[in-house]
């Protein structure tokens, strides 16, 4: 059974930071490519940032230069680390896993809450 089990989540205070980590099991084959989408109350679910299999990162414009992604060695586990979070970054974020052959796995979400 395919999982990937996101944690971190959680209710923080302008300007801080949280760590949101996912691990993926029961994926048969090579992970591509890993990262996360993330969807706002009320709005379409976008991608925040992607850690691709020849190593290379990709963020949202709103997001770069405050948050960072980054892949463990086992190719199975992605972390991202959001600093400097405001009001706007309020979503659930997805993790989410490619395989070749444009299969995708998704988690289940946890939410981020960014308020005073």
């Known amino acids: 059974q395919v999982q990937l089990v996101e944690s971190g989540g959680g209710l923080v205070q302008p300007g801080g930071s949280l760590s949101l980590s996912c691990a993926a099991s029961?994926?048969?084959?090579?992970?591509?490519?890993m990262g996360w989408y993330r969807q706002a109350p009320g709005k379409q679910r976008e991608l925040a940032a992607v850690?691709?299999?020849?190593?290379?990162?990709n963020y949202a414009d709103s997001v770069k230069g405050r948050f960072s992604i980054s892949r463990g060695n086992a190719k199975n586990t992605v972390t991202l680390q959001v600093n400097s979070l405001k009001p706007s970054d309020t979503a659930v974020y997805y993790c989410?896993?490619?395989?070749?052959?444009?299969?995708?796995?998704w988690g289940k979400g946890i939410l981020v809450y960014v308020s005073s």
């Open positions: 029961g994926i048969i084959g090579n992970i591509d490519a």
């Open positions: 850690f691709t299999s020849d190593g290379s990162t």
């Open positions: 989410f896993a490619t395989l070749p052959l444009s299969m995708m796995y």
